[in-house]
């Protein structure tokens, strides 16, 4: 392999160690300024936004296990990786909305392919920090309601009290 072709391997490479996912992107029709904006969303979502070749692609996909169909390797191809996967989904189903210029088509998560379809689903999904809020709810709620359990009667008996008392003044 030529050194040049190494080198953007190496980069793909890169890329793909340091995320959990990658989504691949047909960016054609899109401006630099357009891809200036769509990097700098990505980026406030720890994302990133790399144009590469698709044969460097496949040969680092490859390497790192990563399943990506033959036919999605054709074409102008931009891969999204790092941050958090929901995140950088919310952001390419936003600019795709907004430009209608940018096309998923496919991503992997972890050891598996996932289709333009079900990225856009992890779109609909809420971020991290919300879902971990939502677990913590979950968590805190039968707790506050065994409080709630045990504290009834002592207030229920206050509250007899109270009104005996007022019953004999």
């Known amino acids: 392999m030529r050194p040049e072709k190494k ?15 990658v989504y691949l992107t047909d960016f ?3 401006t630099v300024d357009e891809s200036d904006e769509l990097r700098g969303e990505l980026a406030s979502r720890g994302a990133e936004f790399h144009i590469v070749k698709n044969s460097a692609l496949k ?20 891969i999204v990786t790092g941050g958090d996967p929901s995140g950088a989904a919310k952001v390419l189903g936003s600019f795709r909305k907004s430009k209608s210029k940018l096309t998923l088509k496919t991503g992997a998560l972890g050891d598996r392919q996932l289709t333009a379809k079900e990225i856009s689903s992890l779109a609909n999904l809420p971020n991290l920090e919300t879902l971990q809020a939502q677990l913590l709810s979950l968590l805190g709620t039968p707790a506050t309601q065994l409080v709630t359990l045990f504290n009834t ?11 005996k008392a007022d019953e004999v003044d």
Do not use: D, M, W
Request: aromatic content about 8%; charged content about 20%.
């Open 59 to 78: 040969i680092a996909a490859t390497e790192h296990n990563i399943s990506i169909s033959e036919e999605f390797l054709s074409g102008p191809t931009a």
């Open 153 to 163: 009667p002592a207030r229920q008996f206050v509250t007899v009290l109270a009104a």
């Open 28 to 30: 054609t029709g899109i």
């Open 7 to 21: 080198f953007l391997v190496r980069e793909v490479a890169e890329q793909l160690e340091k995320s959990e996912y």
